[in-house]
């Protein structure tokens, strides 16, 4: 594993603007991408020289379907654009919890991950994922003969390429580029023999541009993405909606449409799928109370949801709703004591858990 020569800032006045454009340039000429793809790679690259003014960043991963998808020629590049990169295709969770005692500031570039992470114990798994959080992102590890506990460091970017995708963890703390062979007709160019040091006077201007505009990152100033479904895309996604602010409204704007169809509206689990359907019945009718055979009825006669197949009973509804603390009671119904809900037991749980409508 080479250890990257410690980057010096540049010597003169920078501009941002050029730098994305021509790293944008780099990514299109060399890679298969849609221009979706190359702006979120190109903010990400970016933010690694400033990764340390979040409370979270997320890590960058690239999927294959299979081989030959340009993998490799992707990390290459992404590695010559970013801050301080180590590349290495297998790991132990000794080497992960230590990369930052080799070099200050480091990205570290895993390849083949398919290999070793898919079938790794927890713990190569948990020092990826603790690194995504600035608060969290330390380990415990027992070193040396007497097993004295030392706190290691794990706060640093981090790329990952995979054929296939990975555990749900570390997908959800990811900005993900989905790869795709090239086509015949597609033309890409060969990537130079030294392309990382090609572009070093590039690192370097980088590295200027964000010590010299360190309050455009304060707490003050980073962008929240609006919401699609997933609170954890929006804090993955800050640090490139920051910086694209930082660019111009150029790049601002490229990273709103490559957050739109990069970032998939998740579908909701059933517990919150069963409130939404509950508030949809609610909010159609009038009568604020509802037997819980009723609702069961109501809810299994929607063709276009789940619950008929699963065979939702009162009971079964009942088990859903009580981690919210909704739970049937016996109250008066068309004349009738039967056990059911009042509407005004769901708002609190509508409004905490549910998108407004």
Known sequence: MALPTPLEPYTGPVSIVDLAIQADQ???????????ERTALVLWSLATYGYDHYRIFPRLLAISPERRCGKTTLLEVVGALCRNSIQASNLTPAILSRIKNLIDDPTLIIDEADTFIKNADGDIKGLINSGHTKSGAQVLKCVGDSHKPQVFDTWHPMVIASIGALED???DRSVIINLRRKLPSEDV???????????????????????????????ANQIEPAYRGNDRAIDNWVPLFTLARAIDDT???????????????VEMELPTR????????IGKNSNTRISSTKLTEHLKGDVTAPWEDMRLTPAKMASMLAPYNIKPKDMRIDGKVLRGYESIQFEDS????????
């Open 274 to 281: 069963l409130l939404s359907d509950i508030r949809n019945h």
């Open 169 to 171: 963890t570390i997908m």
């Open 251 to 265: 790049w601002y704007s490229r990273c709103e449409a490559a957050y739109v169809e990069l970032v998939n509206e």
């Open 350 to 357: 509508f409004e905490r858990y549910l998108p407004a409508i």
């Open 26 to 36: 780099l990514i299109l000429a060399h890679c298969i991408t849609t221009e979706h």
């Open 189 to 219: 160019k060969r990537l130079p023999i030294d392309l990382s040091s090609e572009w070093l006077q590039w690192r370097s201007k980088a590295l200027r541009w964000f010590l010299d505009n360190p309050t455009a990152f304060d707490d």
